[in-house]
């Protein structure tokens, strides 16, 4: 008798209490300090990011800079570079990455650091750095499947040699396959069981395979999702038109006001629910001018849409990285 | 994809045994392990009275598996591939190369839009001359409209060569005249066979060393991708996807400049903007959009999009008669 009161006891008592649960979860997967517009909302291993926007909006851009903050060391030679020491895992799937834009970034990272002696320093702290860059690009689905499934014993190979730890990685972008795949769906053949290439097994298969990696490996994931499907004069009416938000009336109708035509939603819930947390991001008409030359950059515009935030960020790309303005 | 059966002869652990374990689960090619949920089928795998070989024999398809994709790389090699590889190409008209802070660069795909008689063609044809005479390198023109003009290019090729308007020297002429091969194309699935000849032959020509094209130009695809692009249907925009990865696939593991012209059509307000679609927005690496005073031989030239310079950024240039 006693031995089964006491089990049930302990399963009443519970394992930890909610304070040293947070206190665990903060300290096996503390949130990482991302550059902005990424700053406003505490994101940690296991979240999945989705930068939403038309192009030409800093999608990719945001990426980089992304990166560099994470790729950068915290501290070396006792100088203080800020940055996180973690690795990354860039999954290039539009093929358009230009590896001098992070190179460039890097060295305004750094230059702003040692100041502007240059040294052989620097040149040490790039390639620590850009070693925990790394790169594939994907031609088409399968690679990226491929990719993906074999991504698991190469991070515990990795993990073997040199111990490396805390991920982040980008996918960039995720709706690059889409016309190929709606069109190239094949007719199910060979019994009932057999699954088939198709828009719909592919990213249920590329979600599972990433949840199954994110277990195994905590990480965390941004995705960038480029406007790849019109909107028609319909489409743009339809959406336009928002349920009021009830109760605050603070900066929504700013809001309204600076909205583009709303795009359209081209993933397939599958992917809808695995995404955690979801950035709009747009160009805007407005130009900052720049302190002291007469060139003007083109703002964008950062907007929260998951979990919602009631205003937005301003912010230009310039050479040496994507700054806030307002 | 391989089918299991295939694969047989060379991974002998992928025995009938296990074809038969796959098959009842509806898997009989590679492909159909790609997308499939790996785990369930270890963990159905363990089940079995055979369970270490079958766990071999998914290892073994792993192993396979890890060959189907690029490899991945790592930063401090992706910089000295863009060091050694990546160059810029001068396209022979120095407004348009200050503003791409040098010219066109390998590995990129470049696209030119402007309404007609804008000077895309003219900039297509001055930068085959200037790469073809520069830089020795071979030039694979598609031509889909008819606006070749190997005259043009003759004329050019004396620009480039002797400002002092001496002429070249009728060998060295057709030394260079000989390394820009048009092909006059007029339907999408044509480009296809012209693009899948130039890969084998460029692989052909990297196992022997002698890689020697630089530049791949199509004047102009959108008059190819225009009518398979319906208003529905995702047939025509996934032909569009596949053959802009085809040309960017060509372009990064060649390291070749690939310059493709777009026209316009008219968007808010009547200002013109690129044809093709949103979906098309996404693919190439730098979008130029061109424009010309009426009756003057002044161009003007902005950025629309480009990887690693601000977009909004604008210049003039001159091509001469």
Known sequence: MSEAAAAAKSWINGDESARQMLGRAQASRPSLSLPAPLHRIPLRAGNVVEIAGPSPSAKTQLLIQTAVSCILPKERNGLHYGGLGHSVLFVDLDCRFDVSRLVEMLRHRIAQVNGCSCTADDEEILKLSMRRFSYIRCYDSCELLAALKTLHHRLEKEKESNGIGGHLLMIDSIGAFHWVDRASTSLPLGGKNRKYLSLQNVLEVVVEDLRKLMSAHPMLVIVTKATIVGTTGNDFRRNYKRWPSTGTFDASSELEGLREPYFREYMPPIWQSFVTHRILVRGSDDHIAMPKSQENNTAYVSEWLLPRLNFLDKFVVRNAGVFLVS | ?321
């Not at chain 2, 398809?61 to 001068?90: C, F, R, T």
Request: glycine fraction near 8%; include cysteine; aromatic fraction near 8%.
């Open chain 2, 1 to 321: 994809m391989a089918s299991l059966k295939r694969l047989e002869t060379e991974f002998p652990i992928l025995d009938p045994d296990f074809q038969s374990f796959c098959a009842l689960r509806g898997i009989f090619t590679v492909q159909d392990f790609l997308i499939r949920d790996l785990q369930s089928l270890v963990a159905d795998a363990e089940q079995q009275p055979s369970s270490e070989r079958f766990m071999q024999a998914i290892n073994q398809v792993l192993y396979v598996i890890d060959g189907l994709h690029q490899p991945w790389l790592n930063g401090v090699d992706l910089m000295e591939d863009a060091q050694k590889n990546k160059h810029v190409l001068s396209t022979g008209c120095e407004g348009m190369d200050f503003l791409l802070r040098g010219g066109l660069r390998r590995g990129q795909v470049t696209e030119l839009a402007g309404p007609s008689s804008s000077g895309k063609t003219q900039f297509c044809l001055l930068t085959a001359s200037t790469v073809a005479y520069k830089y020795m390198g071979g030039v694979i023109y598609i031509d889909t409209g008819n606006s070749f003009s190997a005259k043009r290019i003759a004329r050019f090729l004396n620009q480039i060569s002797c400002p002092a308007s001496e002429e070249m020297q009728p060998r060295v002429l057709q030394e260079v005249m000989n390394s820009i091969l048009c092909h006059p194309v007029y339907d999408i699935f044509s480009m296809f066979d012209v693009l899948h000849c130039l890969e084998s032959k460029l692989k052909y020509q990297i196992c022997r060393g002698d890689n020697d094209e630089r530049l791949i130009i199509i004047d102009s695809i959108s008059s190819l991708i225009t009518p398979i692009l319906g208003s529905s249907g995702s047939q025509g925009r996934a032909l569009m996807v596949s053959a802009m990865s085809l040309l960017k696939k060509l372009a990064h593991e060649y390291n070749l400049v690939v310059l493709v012209t777009n026209h316009t059509v008219g968007g808010d307000g009547g200002i013109p903007k690129p044809a093709l679609g949103v979906s098309w927005k996404t693919l190439p690496h730098v979008r130029l959009l061109l424009s010309r005073d009426c009756g003057s031989n002044t161009y003007q030239v902005s950025l629309l999009k480009h990887p690693s310079i601000a977009s909004g950024k604008a210049a003039k240039f001159i091509i001469n008669d």
